[in-house]
């Protein structure tokens, strides 16, 4: 039994993969890779956007300020692009998403 629900987890965790793989947008500031996992990239970006923005917190000048200044924007910037096509993605396969998350809830119990 343990087989058959760990190739139907591997099964539902590639089928959300698809769903949240896209070609990577036009206005995305960071990635050059032809397509992105928007799920993936925006749960990193938020990690990276609370590690940079700790420097807000410090002296306002310098080249150490300048240059995470610099990347928090970025991150930020690539964080408003995702969200926007994470909303557009989860509404058009909402019914997709939520059959799958109850499956590999029921999975992990």
Do not use: C, W
Not at 19 to 26: A, E, S
Not at 79 to 104: G, S, T
């Amino acid at each position: 039994m343990d087989e058959f629900l760990k190739e139907h987890h591997e099964k539902l965790n590639k089928a959300l993969d698809e769903i949240y793989t896209i070609n990577t947008p036009y206005d995305f500031p960071i990635s050059t890779e032809e397509q992105i996992n928007v799920d993936k990239e925006l749960t990193k970006l938020l990690a990276l956007e609370k590690f940079y923005s700790a420097i807000e917190k410090g002296k306002s000048q310098g080249t150490i300020f300048e240059e995470y200044s610099n990347h928090l924007k970025f991150a930020k910037m690539g964080i408003e692009v995702l969200e926007r096509e994470k909303q557009a993605i989860e509404e058009e396969h909402a019914d997709d998403i939520a059959n799958i998350r109850l499956l590999l809830e029921g999975i992990e119990e």
